[in-house]
C-alpha cells in the first residue's frame, strides 16, 4: 500500500508505504530520494539526519540521494551544485505498482523539468533520466540514462547510499580489497589492503571490477550486501567529528551512525552515450545477520 501526499513532509511531497510484510519506505519527490527503508522486521536501512533540511532545492542529508549529471563538483572540479542538480529538482512520477508483496515506483526526470538551468548548466545535453524503485525484502534501485540528443553526452552518476549503523567506528566495508583507490582528502592513488575500517575521515573513490560490498555492523549485529551492476566506482566516505560539525544539517554526534557506500561512475568512468543510447546502473540492497 503506498500513497502520494502533496506538500506530505514539511511542505515537500512525499510518497509513503508498507509492504504487506510491514516494511516500510519514503521518497521524497524533490530528487526521487529514497529517505527510509526499514525492511519487515529490522531496524531502518537507510540514515537520514535529524537535522536533515527539507526545503524546496536543498539537498537531504541522508537516504539515497542520486547524484547526477556530476560528482561532485564534477571531472574538471569547476560545476556547482555539489552532485549535480538531479537531487534538488522534483521528478514526475511515472508509475506506482505492487504486485507479489512488492512495490515498484517508476520516476522521470529531464532538463525542462528544472528551474533556472541555464544558470546552472548551460551547456546540457537533452536527456531523460528514469529511476526505478522495488520496496520488498530488498531494495532494488535502477537509475537510466537516455541521450534523447543529437550530440553525444558524458556524465556522472551515482547513488550516494547512507548506510545506516549502530557505531561507525566498529563498521567495515568488505569487497574493495586490491583495488585502486583515489583520497578525495588528499588527491594521493593507493591500493585498497583488506576491509575498509573508519578511524578517522573516509572520504574515497575505488574503481572496482566486482559489484558487490558488504557492510559489516557489530553494534547492530547486522551485514548490508550491495550488488550493484554496471558501476565502475565505489564511494565510501563517513566525515568524522570535526567535518560533521560542520555540517549543519548533521547532529554533532551523527556521524557515528552511518557510512556512505556510493555505487558509481566517475571520473574517468563517466558515461559516454552516442545519440540515441542509454545506459542503466542498478543496485540491489539486502541486509542479513552478522
Ligand atoms: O554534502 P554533500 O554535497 O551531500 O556531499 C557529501 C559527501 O559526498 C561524498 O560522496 C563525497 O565524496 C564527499 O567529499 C562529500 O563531502
Redesign the pocket.
Known sequence: MFERLEDGHHGLSIVRGTTPDGGRFTVHEQGAHITEWTPAGEEPVLFTSAYARYEPRV?IRGGI?ICFPWF?NGRKDNKSP??GFARLATWQLLEGRENNGVTTLQWRLDPTMIPRLDGIDPDRNRFVLTCTQTFGTDLQVSLRIHNTDEVPLVVEE?L?TYLRVGDVRQATVLGLAGTEILS?RTGTWDTQIGPVTFAEEV?QIHWVSSGVTELHDPALGRRIIQTATNSSNT?V?N?WAENAAE?GDLGDDEWTEFV?V?TANVRNKAIHLNPGQAHELDLTIAVAPL
Open positions: 539537498a540521494p561532485a555539489a552532485h551515482a550516494h578525495r572520504d564511494v566516505w566525515p555540517l556512505c556510493e
